[in-house]
């Protein structure tokens, strides 16, 4: 059984489309969490939610929203996509105070 | 600032020998967690291994150990017996635990190839 999921895995768009990315976890954390990985391989915090409470917004343009409708799924809404949107975008899931985080595969965002 | 320094953008070892990836951390928050991730060429983040701030003793998993020098700030990742398998992005992170949303600083990361 897959941890932590995401869907799409691969999503190519044209400039100004909005998109969502979905994301699950079976784990029973209570902790989600969206990263950013540029094409340096760079990867960033954005959005961290615990228990479907918005706790951490790093300077990300308002264009992008996350939305938890319940503990198990944390969703990523990007509107009028740029050229410099174009990353990896990364689920993840904790225990707020336990170790280790774990990753979604991916899902790789190709604005043309 | 920075708070992960990853210094080795890139290194080899050959097979079955022993490899060091080098990290650095900065944080005044006395309680915090270290963590390495692998990310092959496949492109998921695999969870290696934690270390906690008050841990006594350094972590290990498998063919994994996590040398950690409290007093240098560093958390250097060892992998023993290093395998084909083993080429792949090495990402050292920082968990401070001051922090309530309770993310991940990533360095900037330390490629490493496994020659035959």
């Known amino acids: 059984d897959t941890a932590v999921s995401q869907t799409p895995k691969y999503l190519v768009t044209q400039m100004g489309n909005d998109k969502s990315i979905k994301c699950e976890q079976n784990?029973?954390?209570?902790?989600m969490y969206w990263y950013k990985q540029d094409s340096k391989k760079f990867l960033k915090i954005m959005f961290s939610?615990?228990?479907?409470?918005?706790?951490i917004n790093e300077t990300v343009p308002n264009r992008f929203s996350p939305k938890s409708p319940d503990k198990a799924h944390l969703n990523l809404h990007i509107n009028s996509l740029e050229l410099g949107d174009s990353a990896v975008y990364f689920c993840?899931?904790?225990?707020?105070?336990?170790?280790?985080?774990?990753f979604g595969p991916g899902t790789r965002l190709t604005v043309t | 600032a920075q708070k992960i320094t990853q210094t080795q953008p890139g290194m080899f070892v050959q097979e079955k020998e022993a490899v060091t990836l080098d990290c650095t951390y900065d944080?005044?928050?006395?309680?915090?967690?270290l963590f390495w991730y692998k990310q092959p060429s496949s492109g998921e983040m695999i969870f290696l291994i934690y270390?906690?701030?008050?841990?006594?003793q350094n972590a290990t998993e498998g063919r994994y150990s996590l040398n950690f020098q409290k007093a240098r700030k560093s958390a250097n990742l060892v992998i023993s017996a290093s395998q084909l398998g083993d080429s792949a992005m090495y990402f050292c992170?920082?968990?401070?635990?001051?922090?309530?949303?309770?993310?991940?600083?990533f360095g900037k990361g330390t490629s490493l190839l496994v020659t035959p």
């Open positions: 993840a899931s904790s225990q707020a105070t336990a170790g280790e985080q774990y």
């Open positions: 784990l029973g954390h209570d902790t």
């Open positions: 939610y615990n228990n479907k409470e918005l706790i």
């Open positions: 944080t005044s928050d006395p309680s915090y967690g």
């Open positions: 270390q906690g701030s008050y841990d006594q």
């Open positions: 992170a920082m968990r401070e635990n001051s922090n309530s949303g309770y993310a991940l600083n």
